[in-house]
Antibody, heavy 118, light 112 residues
Framework: EVQLVQSGAEVKKPGESLTISCAASGYNFAKYWIGWVRQLPGKGPEWMGIIFPGDSDTGYSPSFKGQVTISADKSISTTYLQWGTLTASDTATYYC???????????WGQGTLVTVSS | EIVLTQTPLFSPVTLGRPASISCRSNQSLVHSDGNTYLSWLHQRPGQPPRLLIYNISKRFSGVPDRFSGSGAGTHFTLKISRVEGEDVGIYYCTQATLFPFTFGPGTKVHIK
């Protein structure tokens, strides 16, 4: 089955670091871009950035550049979203999503809820 | 950055009646390869977005034919021919023509 499975919910304190993951299965991981999306509570989704696991080519939306790091490990078909220093404003649900051959994001992870609170 | 606007933001609908959502872009979404990477997604509470329509008007696999997309350039429309109860939720247009990709603000569809 073609799917993206994300890591579980996280509760962190401000100032802590965090890495969440998105594990792909059922398709050639190296050949499809994967994007990350943030959805603040009660708000619409926002594209954060995208990575091509084949060569780790990565692009970030201006709002997120320098704030997070997107990476991938081809050996285990997994992409990562990493924060060095969390703040309360990072509290959100994060989704990974993969576009189809026609560049439509048809495959989504189930989402990872990140809560940052002191 | 491409900005997408949607109207209406809230849409009370009647079961069995049609509904329509507009999405406008502040610049053309026609890619240099000739395609227009404008999609429509549907999201229910607590769930990830689900692809309905891509490349303006192509229905994704398994999407009921009561959903249709149209438009060109900077103006696009999602239509539901006869609203059913499962259609409630928030509808987003999104573009993948130009990076950074962007979403519209969403249209919340609810039953009157």
């Amino acid at each position: 089955e073609v799917q993206l499975v994300q890591s579980g919910a996280e509760v962190k304190k401000p100032g802590e670091s965090l890495t969440i993951s998105c594990a792909a299965s059922g398709y050639n991981f190296a050949k499809y871009w994967i994007g990350w999306v943030r959805q603040l509570p009660g708000k619409g989704p926002e594209w954060m950035g995208i990575i091509f696991p084949g060569d780790s080519d990565t692009g970030y939306s201006p709002s997120f550049k320098g704030q997070v790091t997107i990476s991938a490990d081809k050996s285990i078909s997994t992409t990562y979203l990493q924060w060095g220093t969390l703040t309360a404003s990072d509290t959100a649900t994060y989704y990974c999503a993969r576009p189809s051959d026609e560049d439509a994001f048809d495959l989504w992870g189930q989402g990872t809820l990140v809560t940052v609170s002191s | 950055e491409i900005v997408l606007t949607q109207t209406p933001l809230f849409s009370p609908v009647t079961l069995g009646r049609p509904a329509s959502i507009s999405c406008r872009s502040n610049q053309s979404l026609v890619h240099s390869d000739g395609n227009t990477y404008l999609s429509w997604l549907h999201q229910r509470p607590g769930q990830p977005p689900r692809l309905l329509i891509y490349n303006i008007s192509k229905r994704f696999s398994g999407v009921p034919d009561r959903f249709s997309g149209s438009g060109a350039g900077t103006h696009f429309t999602l239509k539901i021919s006869r609203v059913e109860g499962e259609d409630v939720g928030i509808y987003y247009c999104t573009q993948a023509t130009l990076f950074p990709f962007t979403f519209g603000p969403g249209t919340k569809v609810h039953i009157k």
